[in-house]
Nanobody, 123 residues
Framework: EVQLVESGGALVQAGGSLRLSCAAS????????IGWFRQAPGKGREGVSC????????DYADSVKGRFTISSDNAKNTVYLQMNSLKPEDTAVYYC????????????????WGQGTQVTVSS
């Protein structure tokens, strides 16, 4: 059974940091790119960042470049999203998803999705 389980969401003050985790199981981690997406209340889903554990290729949305860093621990089949200098506009439910490709792209169709973790940034 394919599973993507997010964790690490919390309430944090503006300027603070959080690290989200996405633990993957049930599929070949090396063959998939993992992406982070977010959806704020009343808004559409937005791609945040993605990574291929096999190629090391990453991509970021312009809105998070320089503040967020994505990384992968292949031994743990886990992808992390380190979020620094958080802003109130980063408030959203964050989801991780898997796309069967070694060349990640935030515009791709992602096959598997987690349940999400809430990030709230207070001003």
């Amino acid at each position: 059974e394919v599973q993507l389980v997010e964790s690490g969401g919390a309430l944090v003050q503006a300027g603070g940091s959080l690290r989200l985790s996405c633990a993957a199981s049930g599929f070949s981690f090396d063959d998939y790119a993992i992406g982070w997406f977010r959806q704020a209340p009343g808004k559409g889903r937005e791609g945040v960042s993605c990574i291929s554990s096999s190629t090391g290729i990453t991509d970021y949305a312009d809105s998070v470049k320089g503040r967020f860093t994505i990384s992968s621990d292949n031994a743990k089949n886990t992808v992390y999203l380190q979020m620094n200098s958080l802003k109130p506009e980063d408030t959203a439910v964050y989801y991780c998803a898997a796309d069967r490709t070694r060349y990640p792209n935030l515009s791709s169709w992602y096959e598997y999705w987690g349940q999400g973790t809430q990030v709230t940034v207070s001003s």
